[in-house]
Every structure is written in C-alpha cells, then in structure tokens.
T-cell receptor, first 110, second 115 residues
Framework: DAKTTQPTSMDCAEGRAANLPCNHS???????VYWYRQIHSQGPQYIIH???NNETNEMASLIITEDRKSSTLILPHATLRDTAVYYC???????????FGQGTTLQVKP | EAQVTQNPRYLITVTGKKLTVTCSQN?????MSWYRQDPGLGLRQIYY???????DKGDVPEGYKVSRKEKRNFPLILESPSPNQTSLYFC??????????????FGPGTRLLVL
C-alpha cells in the first residue's frame, strides 16, 4: 500500500504562506492525493485533492511534483484559524482504502 | 441539512459488553467509512463500504464488525470491547466519482471509553 510521510509540526507567521509537505514515494500512477485538516477533535474537513496537475481552490493550492512522489499544500495567507492538524491521504488504487499520514500540526502565530 | 450523524457521542462501557455505534448520512452517498483516532497515531481507517452490502477492511479492522444493509446507515459493532479500543471514532461518507473519492463528510465523532 502507498504510504505518506509528513513532518510532525510546523510554525507559520500570520499572513504568510504556509507550505506543508507530504512524501508519498510509493504512490501509484492513478492514485489521488487528498488533503484534510482537523481542528481540535472535530471531524476532519476536506481541503483539496489532485492527481497530476497542480490544483487551486478557495482554501488552498496543491503542488504535486512531476514524479508524483511528493506534494505540498499551500495556504497562501495563513490566519490564526488555520491552526490545525493537516493530513495528507492517498487512496489505494481500485479500493476505498485510505492511507493517512501522521498529520502535521500547523501552528499559526501572530 | 446535509450531514453525517453518529450515536452515541459519548460512551463508557466495560470490557466484553457488546456495543454498536450508529452512523447515518442523508446525502445518498455510496461510500462510507469508519476511522479511529488515537493520540500520536493520527486517523486510521477501520472499515469502509463502497455500496450497499459491500464492505471491506481498512488498516485496523481487528475487533470490529460493520454492516451496510441500507445506503444511509453504516453501524460499527464491537462484539467484545477491550480497553485498547478506547478511542475517538469518526464515521464519514462521500460520493464515488470515476477514479476519485469525492469530498468526505465526517460525523461529529464518538468518544468511547472501555473500562
């Protein structure tokens, strides 16, 4: 199964861009990468997903390397409310099995 | 309102006493899944279901059972709970697009303590 690796924690200054990396070196060619975040112990919230091309929505941008072995979630202007645990997830091809990374705790500081 | 509901939200029980945590969604989603969350281990998938009568194991299925008799419901059953199943449990659902799992909607979570 694919495996994802994320840094345990990161800090970011309020108003600056937060760049959260994820390594998924064993990803298969048709497996999507998903990002979710979790604030306190609430249910995780969807952020963005992608396959090969970079993606952008109102919350964030997702940059996937050409070899697809890693990706970066970018929060362009982090706010204090973006303080959360961010999960990088890969779906095992052909199944509904999801492999979660350990999550990165992002602390946005004033 | 589109939502995923779980019941109960909090449960304290004793070792070996069978329990069921219910999960229901009102969005006509094909896909449903159960996760547990433990400190330092993040979220781990227990079981998932791609459609009615179709269930499969996630990463940590031992000690759990599920069923999917109706599209909207996906109960999690602990036949003989043990203290190592003390955890925060989340149910989620989503549409199944072509090749992609669409946005998952998560329930509010169920905190289980097994004594």
């Amino acid at each position: 199964d694919a495996k994802t690796t994320q840094p345990t924690s990161m800090d970011c200054a309020e108003g600056r861009a937060a760049n959260l990396p994820c390594n998924h070196s064993t990803i298969s060619g048709n497996e999507y990468v998903y990002w979710y975040r979790q604030i306190h112990s609430q249910g995780p919230q969807y952020i963005i997903h992608g396959l090969k091309n970079n993606e952008t929505n109102e919350m964030a941008s997702l940059i996937i390397t050409e070899d697809r072995k890693s990706s970066t979630l970018i929060l362009p202007h982090a706010t204090l409310r973006d303080t959360a645990v961010y999960y990088c997830i890969v779906r095992v091809v052909g199944t509904g099995k999801l492999i979660f990374g350990q999550g990165t705790t992002l602390q946005v500081k004033p | 309102e589109a939502q995923v509901t779980q019941n109960p939200r909090y449960l304290i029980t004793v070792t070996g006493k069978k329990l069921t945590v219910t999960c229901s969604q009102n969005m006509n989603h094909e896909y449903m899944s159960w996760y547990r969350q433990d400190p330092g281990l993040g979220l781990r998938q227990i079981y998932y279901s791609m459609n009615v009568e179709v269930t499969d194991k996630g990463d940590v299925p031992e000690g759990y059972k599920v069923s999917r008799k109706e599209k909207r419901n996906f109960p999690l059953i602990l036949e003989s709970p043990s203290p190592n199943q003390t955890s925060l449990y989340f149910c989620a659902s989503s549409l199944l697009g072509t090749g992609v799992l669409e946005t998952q909607y998560f329930g509010p979570g169920t905190r289980l303590l097994v004594l």
